[in-house]
């Protein structure tokens, strides 16, 4: 059984979570990029959600399909609508489990909810995010463990805590970096 079976099982035998939820857990993994949270309640925003339930409808104007989404980022849940333009595009990836999505929040009958403009699978949503990296914060890092991965040019790498420059890295070199530096000390800016 994995994550996402268990927690659903968990929430239909006892109607909430026991476990970690696993967008909670995918968040922690990916902290070094800045998602929004539902609760911040920005009007644009990329987040990392997890689709719970999703209901497809046909529009009868038009003949095309839409659909009502039932999200959550692990710390609040929010209704979501994929409009037929973004339906006819993104509805394959309503199966998956936990997405990417940039989004608007609307409201719809005095209730928050998120107009999904795109849907991203996480790791192609972090791999173009890595590519358009503009900048690095790292902190708690000592220079020699990372020195290895520093170059003459590429993205700059400053220290958060010294707000001086630590160096540079290559693109192509910073998911290494990623993985050597514990994930709550370093953050992608683009």
Request: glycine fraction near 6%; proline fraction near 4%.
């Given at each position: 059984m994995d994550g996402a079976e268990k927690i659903e099982g968990e929430k239909e035998a006892l109607?909430?979570?026991i476990s970690a939820h696993p967008v909670l857990?995918?968040?922690?993994?990916?902290?070094?990029?800045?998602f929004s949270l539902i609760h911040h309640k920005r009007k644009y925003g990329t987040?990392?959600?997890?689709?719970?339930?999703?209901?497809?409808?046909?529009?009868?104007k038009t003949g095309q399909n839409m659909a009502f989404l039932t999200l959550t980022d692990?710390?609040?849940?929010?209704?979501?609508?994929?409009?037929?333009?973004?339906?006819?595009?993104?509805?394959?990836m309503l199966k998956e489990s936990i997405v990417a999505?940039?989004?608007?929040?609307?409201?719809?009958q005095g209730k928050p909810q998120l107009v999904i403009d795109r849907l991203f699978p996480v790791e192609e949503y972090v791999r173009t995010y890595i590519e358009k990296t503009k900048?690095?914060?790292?902190?708690?890092?000592?220079?020699?463990?990372?020195?290895?991965?520093?170059?003459?040019?590429?993205?700059?790498?400053?220290?958060?805590?010294?707000?001086?420059?630590?160096?540079?890295?290559?693109?192509?070199?910073?998911?290494t970096l990623i993985s050597k530096i514990h994930f709550e000390n370093i953050r992608l800016i683009v």
């Open positions: 109607g909430f979570y857990l995918k968040h922690e993994e990916l902290e070094f990029i800045p987040y990392l959600l997890y689709i719970e339930d999703h209901r497809t409808i046909k529009v009868k692990g710390h609040s849940n929010i209704d979501g609508v994929l409009f037929a333009k973004e339906y006819f595009k993104y509805h394959p999505a940039e989004a608007t929040l609307g409201e719809r900048k690095i914060y790292i902190r708690d890092v000592e220079p020699e463990e990372i020195s290895e991965l520093l170059a003459d040019s590429g993205v700059p790498i400053h220290d958060f805590t010294t707000q001086k420059l630590a160096g540079y890295i290559k693109i192509s070199n910073i998911e």
